[in-house]
């Protein structure tokens, strides 16, 4: 449903700006295209590796790793995966969405989605030449603990 | 032939993956079909949801001035500053360390610190096509949801930030941010 309101949304704001000015609604098909060709690789591998992956890791797996009845252990462990893998959002929702029609819990996507946004190991070396090693370390730190509040209230408001 | 080659080592991965699932449909033909049903099912639905939000990330991004905002942004710029900080990060595309030297930009030209800290924080996790495509995979109210959760909790971690570096830190930071710009 909420993919013919963003259809609806995205073609009235391309005619609008068509009718402004064409060479910038070429340049901005021309980016919105770039942007997706860009993660097509990425998109691609991480689909048929994590469906070849749920084949092998049924239900009744996923539920005991990151299930609803995994607990604050199974939050601990799906926070820590977020943590250190660097997947594209776009990526990353598709593969929550997977995860939790397989069977894992709410609590457990909620800490995964929010670590796997908001920290990010893989890329502290770079955040350290802008930020420094202090305000690196702290800032991700705090975002970790702070994905354990996120995970609390979307298992209370949607699990 | 240059380009052929190019694309061939970034599809790298996504071929090696795919002779894989090849192997695999080969060797155990059941297990093979199974993963190659779950992809596809996936594939189907993200094409389905992924053409509108990347239209509109297009267009954020050739009609959205960034440069004009960052004069509002500044010490003293109060409220203003810190719903500019949110609206910014939000209102860009691209993965976190797109952010960082946005940031450095930012810091040559001023910004507060707490306002650099609020613009990280919803570059990071409060993206409106990231927004979007949330909904869209995850469902309304769990996007929702972690919006409501995330707006309070950036303040909070900006804030907190803030108070755990001293002046003297935060002025070396933005002193080393201009030399990472020349």
């Given amino acids: 449903m909420e993919t013919y309101i963003f259809y609806g949304i995205a073609i009235?704001?391309?005619?609008?700006?068509?009718?402004?000015?064409?060479?910038?609604?070429?340049?901005?098909?021309?980016?919105?295209?770039?942007?997706?060709?860009?993660?097509?690789?990425?998109?691609?591998?991480?689909?048929l590796l994590i469906g070849t992956l749920l084949v092998f890791a049924d239900t009744a797996l996923i539920s005991k790793i990151v299930g609803k009845d995994s607990g604050w252990l199974g939050v601990l462990l799906a926070a820590l995966i977020g943590s250190v893998t660097m997947i594209p959002p776009f990526v990353a929702f598709p593969t929550a969405a997977m995860l939790l029609?397989?069977?894992?819990?709410?609590?457990?996507i909620g800490a995964f989605v929010s670590t796997l946004m908001m920290v990010g190991v893989v890329?502290?070396?770079?955040?350290?030449?802008?930020?420094?090693?202090?305000?690196?370390?702290?800032?991700?730190?705090?975002?970790?603990v702070f994905s354990f509040a996120v995970a609390w209230v979307?298992?209370?408001v949607v699990g | 032939m240059k380009k052929g080659k190019m694309i061939l080592k970034r599809y790298?991965?996504?071929?090696?993956?795919?002779?894989?699932?090849?192997?695999?449909?080969?060797?155990?033909?059941?297990?093979?079909?199974?993963?190659?049903?779950?992809?596809?099912?996936?594939l189907q639905q993200m094409f389905f949801v992924i053409p509108p939000i990347f239209l509109l990330l297009g267009l954020l991004d050739v009609w959205v001035p960034k440069t004009t905002m960052v004069k509002y942004m500044g010490e003293g710029s109060g409220i203003k500053g810190?719903?500019?900080?949110?609206?910014?990060?939000?209102?860009?595309?691209?993965?976190?360390?797109?952010?960082?030297?946005v940031a450095a930009v930012f810091m040559k030209k001023g910004i507060k610190f707490s306002n650099l800290m609020i613009f990280i924080?919803?570059?990071?996790?409060?993206?409106?096509?990231?927004?979007?495509?949330?909904?869209?995979?995850?469902?309304?109210?769990?996007?929702?949801?972690?919006?409501?959760?995330?707006?309070?909790?950036?303040?909070m971690i900006a804030n907190t930030l803030q108070k755990m570096l001293t002046a003297k830190e935060v002025e070396e930071i933005y002193q080393k941010?201009?030399?990472?710009?020349?």
């Avoid at chain 1, 029609?101 to 457990?108: D, E, L, N, S, T």
């Fill in chain 1, 12 to 47: 009235i704001a391309l005619l609008v700006s068509f009718q402004k000015n064409r060479a910038k609604t070429r340049s901005a098909l021309k980016k919105a295209w770039k942007s997706f060709e860009n993660i097509l690789p990425q998109l691609l591998t991480m689909v």
């Fill in chain 1, 101 to 108: 029609r397989a069977g894992a819990g709410y609590m457990q």
């Fill in chain 2, 12 to 42: 790298r991965f996504a071929l090696i993956t795919m002779a894989a699932v090849g192997v695999l449909l080969l060797l155990q033909p059941q297990i093979g079909m199974k993963a190659i049903q779950n992809s596809t099912f996936q």
């Fill in chain 2, 121 to 155: 924080g919803a570059w990071s996790t409060m993206k409106i096509p990231m927004f979007l495509f949330e909904m869209g995979s995850l469902g309304v109210k769990f996007a929702l949801t972690r919006l409501a959760v995330d707006i309070p909790g950036i303040l």
């Fill in chain 2, 177 to 182: 941010a201009e030399t990472l710009l020349d």
């Fill in chain 1, 123 to 144: 890329t502290m070396p770079v955040e350290i030449q802008y930020f420094g090693k202090k305000l690196t370390f702290l800032r991700n730190l705090l975002a970790f």
């Fill in chain 1, 154 to 156: 979307i298992q209370g």
């Fill in chain 2, 82 to 101: 810190i719903l500019l900080s949110f609206l910014i990060g939000s209102a860009a595309a691209g993965p976190l360390y797109g952010a960082f030297p």
